[in-house]
């Protein structure tokens, strides 16, 4: 079975700091990932997706995928209490445009 | 670009009825929409990926006669919770994909959810 694997944290830290979220993936195949941030009661919207070996920077956030080791993480620079939410990773499982989802780390900016 | 929007955002019926929700891509055509459901605190869980114009393909445990799905056109699904009970009671998400899409065909954008409550 194909499986994403997140810790559910909560993962705390000050405002200001960086953030690291971590994600491993079984299937050596996959070809593409995604995060997603889901506030509470609120659907996921998506930050990030990244395809390639490497760092890839958007604003506050950097998606970094190594397939080698099949990890992907998600760092967020100058954490905001805003950014206080569930973040979810996602792995393309290799079915017809279907993606597999981890069951989330909860991120809590203390201010 | 890429919004997806979901009606209602929220109903609450009676056990017995059957409820409509409907998924629809604005500013997109979506090749492929994907139904989920999330229980409080927990996990999405994918209930059935449907391509237009063609029979939803639904995922292990989840029962096709109870969960009506038709992807009429390029921008709308809907789901149909027939016969509705209590343990429906859930947040109903759906997501689309882009057809075409440079950056990836198999990026989902997400809907706002519909919230069922059945008493």
């Known amino acids: 079975q194909k499986e994403v694997e997140q810790n559910s944290g909560p993962l705390s830290v000050p405002e200001g700091a960086i953030a690291s979220l971590n994600c491993t993936y079984s299937?050596?195949?996959?070809?593409?990932f995604f995060w997603y941030r889901q506030y509470s009661g609120k659907s996921p919207e998506l930050i990030m997706s990244?395809?390639?070996?490497g760092d890839k920077e958007d604003g506050r956030f950097t998606a970094q995928l190594n397939k080698a080791s099949q990890y992907v993480s998600l760092l967020i620079r100058d954490s905001q209490p805003s950014d206080s939410a569930t973040y979810l990773c996602a792995v393309n499982s290799g079915g017809y445009q279907k993606v597999t989802f981890g069951t989330g780390t909860k991120l809590q900016v203390i201010p | 670009g890429a919004v997806v929007s979901q009606h209602p955002s929220r109903v609450i019926c009676k056990s017995g009825t059957s409820v409509k929700i409907e998924c629809r891509s604005l500013d997109f055509q979506a090749t492929t929409m994907f139904w989920y459901r999330q229980f409080p605190k927990k996990s999405l869980m994918l209930m059935a990926t449907?391509?237009?114009?063609?029979?939803?393909?639904?995922e292990q445990g989840v029962e096709k006669d109870k969960f009506l799905i038709n992807h009429a056109s390029l921008t709308l699904s809907t789901l149909t919770v027939t016969s509705a009970h209590p343990e429906d009671s859930s947040f109903y998400i759906c997501?689309?994909?882009?057809?075409?899409?440079?950056?990836?065909?198999?990026?989902?954008?997400f809907g706002p959810g519909t919230r069922l409550t059945v008493l």
């Open positions: 990244i395809y390639s070996n």
């Open positions: 299937d050596r195949v996959s070809q593409s």
């Open positions: 997501s689309a994909s882009i057809a075409g899409d440079i950056r990836g065909e198999d990026t989902q954008y």
């Open positions: 449907s391509n237009e114009g063609s029979k939803a393909t639904y």
